[in-house]
């Protein structure tokens, strides 16, 4: 079945080091979503990519969409312990018709002062 | 706006017992709400999709009988754990869409099955 795989699973940084986790997903999505899940907390939207080779940025993240679609990966510059929490990356279900998500296992960052 | 909220946020329960958990969008009418399960340091499961109105399309390997599932209006929507069990616990969270693709997520429920 449909997957999306990514990559690290944890990802440990001193504060104003750069981090990068990257997905992947066994077909080509139509959008890659990516949301972050503070410590105890709920999931929130960062941003969705549609475009080939779509390049989006956020302050210190940036956010890539693979040229195939099929990849994805998201950049953080100079962290901050805010950025502290898990990065999941989430495409398109079988039945996105419906908007339903297949969600990637998550890059927990944490971040040493 | 786009706020999701989950109710009750954590309960504990007796095995064999059934509970329910609310999940409402306050300021939108949400077109498709999803019940996602996540258990301690993993990702986000989905359950099933509800759409108002009608049946909800349920993942395989969700038991449909087991997670009953209730859309009663655009910004309301029910999960009742029947019969739980302590492999039932979890930590279950709803979202809700509003007709673009991103999902606006309530603050989750913690489930614990004694």
Known sequence: GQQVMQIPQYQHVQEGEDFTTYCNSSTTLSNIQWYKQRPGGHPVFLIQLVKSGEVKKQKRLTFQFGEAKKNSSLHITATQTTDVGTYFCAGPGYGGSQGNLIFGKGTKLSVKP | ?114
């Not at chain 2, 329910?20 to 300021?27: A, G, H, M, N």
């Not at chain 2, 029910?78 to 673009?100: K, M, N, Q, W």
Request: proline content about 4%.
């Open chain 2, 1 to 114: 706006g786009a706020v999701v909220s989950q109710h009750p946020s954590r309960v504990i329960c007796k095995s064999g017992t059934s509970v329910k958990i609310e999940c409402r969008s306050l300021d939108f009418q949400a077109t498709t709400m999803f019940w996602y399960r996540q258990f301690p340091k993993q990702s986000l499961m989905l359950m099933a999709t509800s759409n108002e109105g009608s049946k909800a399309t349920y993942e395989q390997g969700v038991e449909k009988d087991k997670f009953l599932i209730n859309h009663a209006s655009l910004t309301l929507s029910t999960l009742t754990v029947t019969s739980a069990h302590p492999e039932d616990s979890s930590f279950y969270i709803c979202s809700a869409s509003r007709g673009r693709n991103e999902q606006f997520f309530g603050p989750g429920t913690r489930l614990t099955v004694l």
